[in-house]
Every structure is written in C-alpha cells, then in structure tokens.
C-alpha cells in the first residue's frame, strides 16, 4: 500500500498544484499572469489593430497565428478563457511525459512519471502560474521530437505547427528533427508555412502583411538592439551579476559553438542510443541548448528542462546508476525551485542563479546518456565474443 502511494504521489502534487494555481487564477486573474496580454493581442487582432510596440521590445512578442489561436480563449472571458488556456498547456505537456515514460518503460511508468513530475513541481509552478505559453511550447516540442524519432508525419506536423504557433524559438527543434529525419523536412516546412497562413483565415491579407512587417522589425531590433527594459536570464546572467558582462559578439560566438556542439549531440544520441532512451535524450539537449543559449530566456523559461531533467533522474535512478549522483541531482532539481518561497534571495538570485544550477544538473545527465550508450556497447561486445 505505502509502495502504490509512492508511485503516485509525485502525479498527484502535480496535478494538485496545478488545481490549486486555476483557483488562485481565478480569483485573480490578471495577477502576477501573461495571460493579459494575449487576451489583449487576440482582442487587438480581432480588432484590427497593430499588435507590437517597436519601440520597446517588451509586451506581445509572439507571431500573429498566436493572436489568432488566442482569440477563443479571449472571447471566453478572464476567468473561463484563461482557465482553459491554462489546461490546454498543462495537457500537453503532461501528455508529452506521459508518452516519453511509456516509451521507457512501459512496466514501470507510473513511478517514473510521479518521480519526474514530483521533481519538476517547484520549477515549473511558476511557468504554470503565470499562464506562459512556455508551457505549451514545452510540450509541443517534446512530442514533436517523440512522433519525429518515431517517424509518424501527420503528429509531427501537428506539434512542429502549435509548437511554432506557441514561440518562434521552436525553430530550433524543427532545425533538429529535420537534421535527424532529412525525410520529414517538407513536413516540417509545411509547418511553417500553416503558421505564416493562418492568420489570413481569420484577418484581411493587408493588415496581415502589416502584422509581419512589425514582428520582422522587432526581431530584428531584439537582436541587435537590446531593450534595457529586458533582463535575460540565459548563460550571460551570472558574468552580467558579478559586473563582468559579455559582449555581445562574444555571446554570439558562444550561441553559434554551442549550437553546433548540439547538433552534434543530438546526432549522437540519435545513431548510438537505444531507441527507448534517444528522445527524451535529444530532447533534454534541446530543451538545454533553448534554456541557456536562447538570449530571451526568461526565470520561468526554465520549465522546459525542469519536467525532461526529472524524467531523465529517474531513468538514470531505474537503470542503476552507481553512486550517488542520480540522487544529489534530483535534491538539486527540487530545491532549486523552491528559492521563490524567501522573497528576498528570490530577488538576488532570480536571474543568475538557473542557468548555473540547470547546466550543473543537466550536464551530468547528458553525459551519462553518452556514457550508458558506451557500458551497453561494451556488454553487447561481451556477449557476442562470449
């Protein structure tokens, strides 16, 4: 009886906590939220009326088929339609968990999911909260990289098309997946084009067109004209906190190498790792590589690793990790999360603080995935000449 508890008592904090952020949502629901401003945006959209302020790259920075996928939630009210904002993100991505540990092992998958969930809560409580679409992005990606690997093009097209949809640093994973199935790039192109279309079902063709020259202006003023209004909370928020900053073609230069460092990776994992184990391993190099080099990343951005990382500690935990290691990285994954509970070391940490504590969890991870392929290898080797 007490091991059946165990089993479920990570999915049922995360599914408690969640029930628990609707009521306090709906209570208050522009309070410390996003939402408010999608609701804006799609009302904007509906309205015909410009979306982006150029002249300061804060507020709605999301691609018009956003707007439009919003306008139902918006159309439904602050307190039904973020309810159900939230529930839709909150469903894929706990369906993505669910589909990655029935892939690892589908005897156990109950504690492995309870165990990843339990793990994540602290971290990702905040995403879900505010009502993020990091939440769906999450997901949306994760499944995209499972039907990928699993080459089943009708779900690609559909998690690649919301994934974009959600965020356009998507195109990271799309840029993965299709360099791991060069047979699913026309479906993943196909994607991106359903994303630049779909705002002309619901708005005449010119203020469309106008749509797309504001949001090309802003990225490009995001990329080469950075907002002091935004703090980043990516690799470059630790040297920004000891006064130290880095330049910006240096950051550049570590964002290309580090981008190609996981491509190569990815491949990797791909050709060398068991098929049971390669997506959530491509995906937690993804999901790495989207946290810590992506220089709009955000304090709740970091959900996307929180929920893979869990997953991956109680792989490592399942498969027998020797030592210890499987355990300090899951204290460090829960603990890490829990820092907003003390407001004042919430303020003094907020930014620098995970993307150092995420790279000294997920590093780990990553290597023992490379490292698991290796003992398999040699066992295999063993057995054969045996």
Same mark, same amino acid.
């Given at each position: 009886?007490?091991?059946?508890?165990?089993? /479920?008592?990570?999915?049922?904090?995360?599914?408690?906590?969640?029930?628990?952020?609707?009521?306090?949502?709906?209570?208050?629901?522009?309070?410390?939220?996003?939402?408010?401003?999608?609701?804006?945006?799609?009302?904007?959209? *509906? *309205?015909?009326?410009?979306?982006?302020?150029?002249?300061?790259?804060?507020?709605? =920075? #999301?691609?018009?088929?956003?707007?439009?996928?919003? &306008?139902?939630?918006?159309?439904?009210?602050?307190?039904?339609?973020?309810?159900? /904002?939230?529930?839709?993100?909150?469903?894929?991505?706990?369906?993505?968990?669910?589909?990655?540990?029935?892939?690892? !092992?589908?005897?156990?998958?109950?504690? &492995?999911?309870?165990?990843?969930?339990?793990?994540?809560?602290?971290?990702?409580?905040?995403?879900?909260?505010?009502?993020?679409?990091?939440?769906?992005? $999450?997901? +949306?990606? /994760?499944?995209?990289?499972?039907?990928?690997?699993?080459?089943?093009?009708?779900?690609?097209?559909?998690?690649?098309?919301?994934?974009?949809?959600?965020?356009?640093?998507?195109?990271?994973?799309?840029?993965?997946?299709?360099?791991?199935?060069?047979?699913?790039?026309?479906?993943?192109?196909?994607?991106? =084009?359903?994303?630049?279309?779909?705002?002309?079902? %619901?708005?005449?063709?010119?203020?469309?067109?106008?749509? #797309?020259?504001?949001?090309?202006?802003?990225?490009?003023?995001?990329?080469?004209?950075?907002?002091?209004? %935004?703090?980043?909370?990516?690799?470059?928020?630790?040297?920004? *906190?000891?006064?130290?900053?880095?330049?910006?073609?240096?950051?550049?230069?570590?964002?290309?190498?580090?981008?190609? +460092?996981?491509?190569?990776?990815?491949?990797?994992?791909?050709?060398?790792? !068991?098929?049971?184990?390669?997506?959530?391993?491509?995906?937690? *190099?993804?999901?790495?590589?989207?946290?810590?080099?992506?220089?709009?990343?955000?304090?709740? $951005?970091?959900?996307?690793?929180?929920?893979?990382?869990?997953?991956?500690?109680?792989?490592?935990?399942?498969?027998?990790?020797?030592?210890?290691?499987?355990?300090?990285?899951?204290?460090?994954?829960?603990?890490?999360?829990?820092?907003?509970?003390?407001?004042?070391?919430?303020?003094?940490?907020?930014? /620098?603080?995970?993307? @150092? @504590? &995420? $790279?000294?969890? $997920?590093?780990?991870?990553?290597?023992?995935?490379? +490292?698991?392929?290796?003992?398999?290898?040699?066992?295999?080797?063993?057995?054969?000449?045996?």
């Amino acid at each position: 009886m007490a091991g059946k508890i165990l089993d /479920w008592g990570g999915l049922t904090l995360w599914v408690a906590g969640f029930c628990a952020i609707l009521i306090l949502s709906s209570l208050a629901p522009d309070n410390r939220s996003v939402v408010p401003a999608y609701r804006l945006a799609a009302e904007m959209f *509906a *309205a015909g009326k410009p979306l982006y302020n150029l002249d300061l790259a804060m507020g709605y =920075l #999301y691609p018009p088929a956003f707007a439009a996928l919003f &306008m139902p939630f918006a159309k439904l009210g602050p307190v039904a339609g973020d309810l159900l /904002w939230r529930l839709l993100g909150f469903a894929v991505l706990t369906y993505a968990a669910v589909r990655q540990v029935a892939r690892l !092992d589908p005897g156990n998958r109950v504690w &492995m999911l309870s165990y990843g969930l339990f793990l994540a809560v602290p971290v990702a409580a905040g995403a879900l909260r505010n009502g993020q679409a990091t939440v769906l992005l $999450t997901g +949306a990606c /994760w499944l995209l990289v499972l039907s990928a690997l699993e080459g089943r093009r009708a779900e690609t097209l559909l998690w690649a098309t919301l994934a974009l949809i959600a965020k356009p640093t998507a195109i990271v994973v799309l840029l993965l997946t299709g360099a791991l199935r060069p047979k699913l790039i026309p479906t993943l192109l196909l994607s991106v =084009l359903l994303l630049l279309l779909l705002p002309y079902a %619901f708005a005449p063709a010119g203020y469309v067109n106008q749509l #797309y020259g504001d949001f090309s202006k802003l990225m490009t003023s995001m990329s080469f004209d950075r907002s002091k209004a %935004f703090e980043p909370a990516d690799f470059t928020a630790p040297f920004a *906190a000891m006064g130290v900053p880095l330049s910006e073609n240096l950051a550049t230069g570590i964002r290309i190498v580090a981008a190609f +460092a996981t491509l190569w990776l990815v491949v990797w994992y791909d050709r060398n790792l !068991d098929r049971q184990f390669s997506g959530l391993a491509v995906f937690l *190099a993804a999901a790495f590589y989207m946290c810590i080099f992506n220089p709009r990343v955000e304090h709740n $951005t970091f959900i996307m690793l929180a929920l893979p990382a869990g997953v991956a500690i109680a792989v490592m935990w399942e498969n027998g990790s020797r030592g210890a290691l499987h355990a300090v990285l899951a204290i460090l994954l829960f603990l890490s999360g829990l820092t907003g509970l003390f407001e004042q070391v919430h303020d003094l940490i907020r930014l /620098w603080f995970r993307p @150092i @504590i &995420m $790279t000294v969890i $997920t590093l780990p991870l990553l290597w023992w995935f490379r +490292a698991s392929s290796r003992s398999q290898s040699r066992l295999s080797r063993l057995d054969t000449h045996a």
